[in-house]
Protein backbone atom coordinates (compact mmCIF):
# COMPACT_ATOMS: atom_id res chain seq x y z
CA UNK A 1 0.00 0.00 0.00
CA UNK A 2 1.17 3.56 -0.93
CA UNK A 3 1.62 5.98 2.08
CA UNK A 4 -0.51 8.90 2.55
CA UNK A 5 0.56 12.00 1.61
CA UNK A 6 0.93 14.94 4.40
CA UNK A 7 -1.84 17.42 5.18
CA UNK A 8 -1.26 20.14 2.35
CA UNK A 9 -4.36 22.13 3.27
CA UNK A 10 -5.76 23.80 6.35
CA UNK A 11 -9.07 22.45 5.34
CA UNK A 12 -9.58 19.20 3.75
CA UNK A 13 -13.36 19.61 3.30
CA UNK A 14 -14.51 22.89 3.41
CA UNK A 15 -18.35 22.57 3.60
CA UNK A 16 -17.76 19.99 6.56
CA UNK A 17 -14.72 21.36 8.43
CA UNK A 18 -16.18 25.58 8.30
CA UNK A 19 -19.92 24.30 9.15
CA UNK A 20 -18.42 23.20 12.72
CA UNK A 21 -16.00 26.23 12.54
CA UNK A 22 -19.32 27.96 12.34
CA UNK A 23 -21.07 26.14 15.18
CA UNK A 24 -18.32 26.28 17.64
CA UNK A 25 -18.20 30.01 17.08
CA UNK A 26 -22.21 30.21 17.59
CA UNK A 27 -21.46 28.19 20.52
CA UNK A 28 -19.03 30.16 22.01
CA UNK A 29 -20.76 33.56 21.15
CA UNK A 30 -23.65 32.50 22.52
CA UNK A 31 -21.63 31.13 26.21
CA UNK A 32 -19.30 34.65 25.62
CA UNK A 33 -23.27 36.57 26.23
CA UNK A 34 -23.87 34.45 28.89
CA UNK A 35 -21.40 34.97 31.24
CA UNK A 36 -21.18 38.23 31.01
CA UNK A 37 -24.70 39.26 31.00
CA UNK A 38 -24.71 37.13 34.06
CA UNK A 39 -21.64 38.35 35.85
CA UNK A 40 -22.77 41.98 34.80
CA UNK A 41 -26.15 41.69 36.30
CA UNK A 42 -24.76 40.03 39.45
CA UNK A 43 -22.37 42.72 39.51
CA UNK A 44 -25.40 45.65 39.47
CA UNK A 45 -27.65 43.89 41.70
CA UNK A 46 -24.71 43.92 44.14
CA UNK A 47 -24.18 47.40 43.58
CA UNK A 48 -27.56 48.74 43.46
CA UNK A 49 -27.91 50.15 47.15
CA UNK A 50 -24.53 52.36 47.15
CA UNK A 51 -24.76 53.75 42.95
CA UNK A 52 -26.79 54.79 40.52
CA UNK A 53 -27.72 51.57 37.71
CA UNK A 54 -26.10 52.87 34.85
CA UNK A 55 -23.16 53.31 37.22
CA UNK A 56 -22.95 50.12 38.40
CA UNK A 57 -23.62 48.57 34.60
CA UNK A 58 -21.11 50.80 33.55
CA UNK A 59 -18.51 49.23 36.43
CA UNK A 60 -19.71 46.06 35.64
CA UNK A 61 -18.86 46.09 31.87
CA UNK A 62 -15.64 47.63 32.24
CA UNK A 63 -14.98 43.99 34.80
CA UNK A 64 -15.84 42.03 32.02
CA UNK A 65 -13.00 43.26 29.67
CA UNK A 66 -10.67 40.73 30.84
CA UNK A 67 -13.27 37.89 30.89
CA UNK A 68 -13.92 38.98 26.34
CA UNK A 69 -10.20 39.60 26.34
CA UNK A 70 -9.40 35.67 27.22
CA UNK A 71 -12.57 34.84 24.89
CA UNK A 72 -11.29 36.53 22.05
CA UNK A 73 -7.99 34.99 22.27
CA UNK A 74 -9.07 31.35 23.07
CA UNK A 75 -11.72 31.13 20.49
CA UNK A 76 -9.34 31.22 17.35
CA UNK A 77 -7.46 28.53 19.29
CA UNK A 78 -10.71 26.49 19.64
CA UNK A 79 -11.72 26.66 16.17
CA UNK A 80 -7.91 25.72 15.05
CA UNK A 81 -7.92 22.62 17.22
CA UNK A 82 -11.31 21.69 16.15
CA UNK A 83 -10.51 22.13 12.18
CA UNK A 84 -7.35 19.91 13.10
CA UNK A 85 -9.53 17.00 14.67
CA UNK A 86 -11.77 17.05 12.12
CA UNK A 87 -8.95 16.15 9.56
CA UNK A 88 -9.14 13.30 11.24
CA UNK A 89 -12.68 12.62 9.63
CA UNK A 90 -13.30 14.79 6.96
CA UNK A 91 -9.41 14.05 5.26
CA UNK A 92 -10.28 10.19 4.70
CA UNK A 93 -14.14 10.62 3.23
CA UNK A 94 -12.24 13.13 0.86
CA UNK A 95 -9.84 10.33 -0.22
CA UNK A 96 -12.42 7.57 0.04
CA UNK A 97 -14.77 9.66 -2.51
CA UNK A 98 -11.82 10.27 -5.32
CA UNK A 99 -11.37 6.81 -4.70
CA UNK A 100 -14.85 5.81 -5.38
CA UNK A 101 -14.84 8.31 -8.06
CA UNK A 102 -12.21 6.81 -10.27
CA UNK A 103 -13.22 3.15 -9.28
CA UNK A 104 -16.99 4.11 -10.79
CA UNK A 105 -15.29 5.45 -14.24
CA UNK A 106 -13.03 2.28 -14.41
CA UNK A 107 -9.79 4.09 -13.83
CA UNK A 108 -7.26 2.52 -11.87
CA UNK A 109 -6.56 2.52 -8.13
CA UNK A 110 -4.38 2.40 -5.62
CA UNK A 111 -4.83 0.35 -2.39
CA UNK A 112 -6.70 3.07 0.05
CA UNK A 113 -4.79 3.68 3.49
CA UNK A 114 -5.90 6.64 5.86
CA UNK A 115 -3.03 8.12 7.78
CA UNK A 116 -2.25 6.71 11.15
CA UNK A 117 -4.66 8.81 13.87
CA UNK A 118 -7.63 9.21 11.62
CA UNK A 119 -10.96 7.68 11.82
CA UNK A 120 -12.67 4.70 9.86
CA UNK A 121 -9.54 3.12 9.62
CA UNK A 122 -11.65 0.35 8.39
CA UNK A 123 -13.64 1.76 6.29
CA UNK A 124 -10.09 1.86 4.31
CA UNK A 125 -10.11 -2.29 4.25
CA UNK A 126 -13.41 -2.15 3.03
CA UNK A 127 -12.78 -0.27 0.19
CA UNK A 128 -9.28 -2.24 -0.38
CA UNK A 129 -11.58 -5.72 -0.26
CA UNK A 130 -14.49 -4.37 -2.42
CA UNK A 131 -11.62 -2.65 -4.42
CA UNK A 132 -9.49 -6.50 -5.19
CA UNK A 133 -12.89 -7.75 -5.40
CA UNK A 134 -14.41 -5.88 -8.55
CA UNK A 135 -10.58 -6.05 -10.32
CA UNK A 136 -10.59 -9.74 -10.04
CA UNK A 137 -14.11 -9.78 -11.67
CA UNK A 138 -13.19 -7.68 -14.20
CA UNK A 139 -10.11 -9.71 -15.03
CA UNK A 140 -12.46 -12.50 -15.04
CA UNK A 141 -14.71 -11.01 -17.60
CA UNK A 142 -11.63 -10.23 -19.65
CA UNK A 143 -10.56 -13.46 -19.83
CA UNK A 144 -14.14 -14.82 -20.35
CA UNK A 145 -15.48 -16.22 -24.01
CA UNK A 146 -18.87 -14.28 -23.77
CA UNK A 147 -18.30 -13.75 -27.06
CA UNK A 148 -18.71 -17.81 -27.86
CA UNK A 149 -21.55 -17.60 -25.70
CA UNK A 150 -23.27 -14.39 -27.47
CA UNK A 151 -21.80 -13.22 -30.59
CA UNK A 152 -23.45 -9.75 -30.36
CA UNK A 153 -21.29 -8.84 -27.18
CA UNK A 154 -17.65 -8.80 -28.48
CA UNK A 155 -16.12 -7.57 -25.43
CA UNK A 156 -12.63 -5.28 -25.77
CA UNK A 157 -12.22 -4.75 -22.25
CA UNK A 158 -14.15 -5.44 -19.14
CA UNK A 159 -16.19 -1.90 -18.93
CA UNK A 160 -16.99 -2.57 -22.62
CA UNK A 161 -18.74 -5.97 -21.29
CA UNK A 162 -20.20 -4.60 -18.69
CA UNK A 163 -22.05 -2.10 -21.10
CA UNK A 164 -22.62 -4.57 -23.30
CA UNK A 165 -24.12 -6.78 -20.88
CA UNK A 166 -26.26 -4.23 -20.19
CA UNK A 167 -27.40 -2.78 -23.59
CA UNK A 168 -28.45 -6.32 -24.82
CA UNK A 169 -30.93 -6.53 -21.27
CA UNK A 170 -32.64 -3.72 -22.67
CA UNK A 171 -33.46 -4.75 -25.90
Not at 37 to 61: F, I, K, Y
Not at 129 to 156: C, F, G, M, Q, Y
Amino acid sequence: MSQPELRKNFVSDPQVQWALARRITLHWSLYLVAVISTSSLMHVLLGLPESRVVDSLQTALEAQLPTLAVFAVLLPLFIGDTLRLSHRFAGPMVRLRHQLQALGEGRATQPLQFRSGDFWQSTAEDFNRTRERINELERLVDRSHLAAANDTIKPSNASDVFDQLAESRKS
